[in-house]
């Protein structure tokens, strides 16, 4: 199994800068992607960016894009999500999610392994 455990969210005015971090642990040699992910209240879980775990090659939805940057610790192994120009529509549990599988890395139902979320508030 692997183990996510989140950390660093927060509260932030609109225009700044929050740095998520998702530890991962246990049988990291299965995993194929991770990737981070929100969701909003009444609203479905949304990708945001995806990491390929062997070669840490990213990918971005548009609404992030040249705003949000994914990257990996190897000796840490640990993810990150650098969030910068925050905007009040960022507002959203973050969740970082882990797969065996390969494929499209936006598929939410494909990541088997998830941490518990982290609150991240964008004021106006």
């Known amino acids: 199994q692997v183990q996510l455990v989140e950390s660093g969210g927060g509260l932030v005015q609109a225009g700044g800068s929050l740095r998520l971090s998702c530890a991962v642990s246990g049988r990291t040699l299965t995993i194929t992607t991770m990737g981070w992910f929100r969701q909003a209240p009444g609203k479905e879980r949304e990708s945001v960016a995806g990491i390929n775990w062997w070669t840490n090659s990213p990918s971005y939805v548009d609404s992030v894009k040249g705003r949000f940057t994914i990257s990996r610790d190897n000796a840490k192994n640990t993810v990150y999500l650098q969030m910068n120009s925050l905007k009040p529509e960022d507002t959203a549990v973050y969740y970082c999610?882990?797969?065996?599988?390969?494929?499209?890395?936006?598929?939410?139902?494909?990541?088997?392994?998830w941490g518990q979320g982290t609150q991240v508030t964008v004021t106006p």
């Open positions: 999610g882990g797969r065996r599988t390969g494929g499209i890395w936006t598929t939410v139902g494909e990541y088997e392994y």
